[in-house]
């Protein structure tokens, strides 16, 4: 059974390893303290039989949420997870006032793009050459 819940001090260390597997610019050990840390700010994981396998966050800013990333252990994607903690994410959201959420997503990342429709986000333009390593535009994504 998947648990989703906010982030503590004791998770830091296990998202920021799941991200230095998943992404060629991961968030620093620091960055996911300060999501903890900030008022505007809300970080959730998702747990099976007690260990973290992935997690989500969003910034607040001006009544939207602004998803900042989303990310789940190889040996657990395909099951549901992510969608599971976006409409946790989302839900929380608008009980704590927001109105509208906004991504970036790499243009080849099908799988992704996918989760986010199913949620009812739809894209609305591209930033050119957003990513690097390698470098991608990305494809924004809102759902409002």
């Known amino acids: 059974m998947i648990q989703i819940r906010p982030m503590e001090r004791r998770d830091v260390e296990r998202i920021s390893q799941l991200e230095e597997e998943t992404f060629s610019m991961p968030w620093s050990r620091d960055a996911f303290l300060e999501m903890i840390e900030k008022e505007d700010a809300r970080y959730y994981v998702a747990e099976a039989d007690g260990e973290v396998v992935g997690g989500c966050g969003v910034l607040m800013i001006a009544g939207e949420g602004d998803i900042t990333n989303v990310?789940?252990?190889?040996?657990?994607?395909?099951?549901?997870?992510?969608t599971k903690?976006?409409?946790?994410?989302?839900?929380?959201?608008?009980?704590?006032?927001?109105?509208?959420?906004?991504?970036?997503?790499?243009?080849?990342?099908?799988n992704a793009i996918h989760v986010y429709e199913k949620l009812g986000f739809f894209s609305e333009g591209i930033r050119p050459n957003f990513y690097e390593k390698p470098?991608?535009?990305?494809?924004?994504?809102?759902k409002r």
């Open 71 to 82: 990310v789940i252990d190889k040996k657990y994607r395909n099951q549901g997870i992510g």
């Open 85 to 110: 903690m976006l409409q946790y994410l989302i839900e929380d959201g608008y009980q704590n006032g927001l109105t509208a959420f906004t991504l970036e997503v790499r243009v080849s990342n099908q």
């Open 135 to 142: 470098t991608e535009d990305a494809m924004i994504m809102w």
